[in-house]
């Protein structure tokens, strides 16, 4: 039974190797190490003891994990988004004009084209919002757009809830990568405090981000839909938005084709010169 119970810890992790090939080709003295561990297993078993029989089926599979999971595939976790804590600037507190605070949100795509802005103020008990759409990546142009007061009720609850998870939001972790997706941006001007709080919250719901995740829904709550600034779909933004770059980039390949296209008549001309100048002396 020892014997047995040593060899099914390698057989275990034989078929793991199979699995995962480009993974083991530096690990192959971890095999031995849960022959070992069987053999001293196999040596306490007692065939009379029922928990050891349970053992037999569990230790192995329990050894292969601790082993992957803490030598191949250590899990390594990345800090998500950023938040950016700051005093507000002087020239900040001088335009805030009696508000209390205010809080900006962008949501656009992974190119940061695509961008719908929203700002919403608070004086005293009163709301007050702006909105504002850019289709390619260019500056924001919300400060030309007018504010308005925020009459609905649900929507300044959600505003009041959305400042306290700013404040309150703490850093998050995340193991997997998002190679696109969207960006959401926010930010916290608290002018009684003196303080801002500015917060990347990008591709949060790909990861499964909780904290993020409700401040990305109490965002969308007060963002318009994108059918109210406009008519086309992602994919005709995307591609008005790569018109000018597909045009540049047409340019320098243009460019590049005509200096090959000089040098090449320039080494023509000399090698024809030299020709020349050989049969002369000849």
Known sequence: MWLAVAYIFPAVLLVGFSLTQTLFTN???????????????????????????????????LTYSVIVFAFIYPPVFYPFGEIVDEPLQNDELQVAQNVDYEIEMVHEDAWWNDSRIVAIRTRNDSVFYRAAYRMCRVESNIDSTQWLPLNSEKASNVVESLKNSIEKYEQEYYSDEVWDGYSLRVSL????????????????SALGLRGAMAIEKMVLDLIPPREIFTTLSYDEVAEKCNEPRNAFADSVMLDRQNNTDLEQVKDSKQKDSLELNNSEEK
Do not use: T
């Not at 031995?32 to 192995?60: E, T």
């Open 189 to 204: 001007k608290d002018y009684k405090r003196k303080i801002s709080r500015r917060l990347d919250l990008s591709n949060a």
């Open 27 to 61: 690990h192959c003295v971890l095999v031995f190490i849960p022959y070992f561990v069987g053999m001293a297993l196999g040596n306490m078993f007692n065939a009379s003891k029922k928990l050891h029989w349970v053992l037999v089926p569990i230790m192995p599979l």
